[in-house]
T-cell receptor, first 110, second 115 residues
Framework: RKEVEQDPGPFNVPEGATVAFNCTYS??????FFWYRQDCRKEPKLLMS???SGNEDGRFTAQLNRASQYISLLIRDSKLSDSATYLC???????????FGKGTRLHILP | DGGITQSPKYLFRKEGQNVTLSCEQN?????MYWYRQDPGQGLRLIYY???????QKGDIAEGYSVSREKKESFPLTVTSAQKNPTAFYLC??????????????FGQGTRLTVV
């Protein structure tokens, strides 16, 4: 099992819809979690951190379930500009590795 | 302005040549990383360094080499031993993840093509 797994998509979603991504991780060691966004042919950029209690930033909500070892990202009222690849990222403390999932491609349709 | 700079943006290599990709950061980050990304794929870790004069192999280190002589610099050499080097290479830096989990900052990437 890969350390970080995501559904590669693509998710084709009409504008205004709500879309959810999940990501599972296999290592239960101390680590922290993030969602990054990557636009086509660009570098990844941090979208948001993921906290145990869940956190929200505008239309975006991230949640962490340590017992089931998955994190999620919810995008409400999706915009055309949300079209991108969303990367699930784990920062592993014991060896300072930053591990990326393969990403989930999202296409918002007008 | 603080940031991380990769150069060149585009690089063409003949088969059998070694090429070196530059990565410089002025964010005072201890940790630096090199990733490779192939079309439609995620980021795969090549090498990473937690401190000057030390580095570790990632998942796909074969055919690559690095050095970390200065905190600011982490160049990657793609050697002739790398059989399929055409890819998008991304360099990142961050404070050490074990310090509490903070974001990684990326350079704009280098697109390497073998001709």
């Amino acid at each position: 099992r890969k350390e970080v797994e995501q559904d590669p998509g693509p998710f084709n979603v009409p504008e205004g819809a709500t879309v959810a991504f999940n990501c599972t991780y296999s290592n239960s060691a101390s680590q922290s979690f993030f969602w990054y966004r990557q636009d086509c042919r660009k570098e990844p950029k941090l979208l948001m951190s993921v906290y145990s209690s869940g956190n929200e930033d505008g239309r975006f909500t991230a949640q962490l379930n340590r017992a089931s070892q998955y994190i999620s990202l919810l995008i409400r009222d999706s915009k055309l500009s949300d079209s991108a690849t969303y990367l699930c990222v784990v920062n592993r403390y014991r060896d300072d590795k930053i591990i990326f999932g393969k990403g989930t491609r999202l296409h918002i349709l007008p | 302005d603080g940031g991380i700079t990769q150069s060149p943006k585009y690089l063409f290599r003949k088969e059998g040549q070694n090429v070196t990709l530059s990565c410089e950061q002025n964010l005072n980050h201890d940790a630096m990383y090199w990733y490779r990304q192939d079309p439609g794929q995620g980021l795969r870790l090549i090498y990473y360094s937690q401190i000057v004069n030390d580095f570790q192999k990632g998942d796909i280190a074969e055919g690559y080499s690095v050095s970390r002589e200065k905190k600011e610099s982490f160049p990657l050499t793609v050697t002739s031993a790398q059989k399929n080097p055409t890819a998008f290479y991304l360099c990142a830096s961050s404070p050490p993840p074990r310090t509490g989990g903070t974001e990684a900052f990326f350079g704009q990437g280098t697109r390497l093509t073998v001709v």
